[in-house]
């Protein structure tokens, strides 16, 4: 029994170790297939913010020449805002609602809709 069993442990050692080095040259695949996944989402990632800076870098130095500026902006409520806008040097105050925008406010605006803005208030004694 002694002399069958050192015929066969020299046969079945390499199968063994053969084992062990696949399952270690497994488990570096998967730790190498992990490492470059996370490599290539940074780097898709970072692509991704570089794409987003520079378009807003663009937008900015568009507005530069506009005719058109948004000066300031006041939201009333969920889907209700005031904007305060600069055209051709010309304010104007819009109200922005979900369905509608209206012109609340323009320089030349005064004079013919509002036709008692002018007159005193009376009055109380």
């Not at 390499?14 to 297939?33: F, H, I, K, N, W």
């Amino acid at each position: 029994m002694k002399t069958a069993l050192r015929n066969i442990l020299p046969l079945a050692l390499p199968v063994a170790v053969s084992a062990s080095e696949g399952t270690e040259q497994a488990s570096r695949s998967v730790l190498d297939s992990a490492f470059t996944a996370a490599i290539m989402l940074v780097g898709v990632l970072a692509v991704a913010w570089l794409l987003r800076r520079t378009s807003r870098m663009r937008l900015a130095q568009s507005d530069g020449n506009a005719h058109i500026r948004v000066l300031s902006q006041k939201s009333l409520g969920m889907r209700e805002k005031l904007v305060l806008v600069d055209v051709d040097g010309a304010r104007i105050l819009l109200g922005i609602t979900q369905n509608n925008i209206q012109c609340l406010h323009s320089p030349g605006a005064d004079s013919g809709k509002h036709p008692e803005a002018g007159k005193k208030a009376p009055e109380q004694d």
